[in-house]
Nanobody
């Protein structure tokens, strides 16, 4: 059974750092693309960063130069290193994975982890 479990959120002061981690119960090879989304109170869920099976990355403009997405195939984890955090980064962060077409391109979500940036 495919599950994504995300963790690593918390309370941090502006300018601080956090590292989110998404653990998959299956090999990352199954995923065509993986991503981090976030949802702030009263706002729609938005894409933060993504990484393809080939390692190509993409970031939303507001986090470029501050966030770094990565994968560790041996550990079946996908991480999001977040530096120079700002209050506007406060949200629940969700990891996401879309399987390759051979597995019907099914989409999976983590349960979410809260990130709060406040002094």
């Amino acid at each position: 059974q495919v599950q994504l479990v995300d963790s690593g959120g918390g309370l941090v002061q502006p300018g601080g750092s956090l590292r989110l981690s998404c653990k998959s119960t299956v090999s990352l090879f199954r995923f065509r693309i993986m991503a981090w989304y976030r949802q702030a109170p009263g706002k729609q869920r938005e894409l933060v960063a993504s990484i393809t099976a080939d390692g190509a990355t993409n970031y939303t403009e507001s986090v470029k130069g501050r966030f770094t997405i990565s994968r560790d195939k041996s550990e079946a984890t996908m991480d999001l290193q977040m530096d120079n955090l700002k209050p506007d980064d406060t949200a629940v962060y969700f990891c996401n994975g879309e399987e390759r077409p051979i597995w019907d391109s099914k989409i999976y979500w983590g349960q979410g982890t809260q990130v709060t940036v406040s002094s």
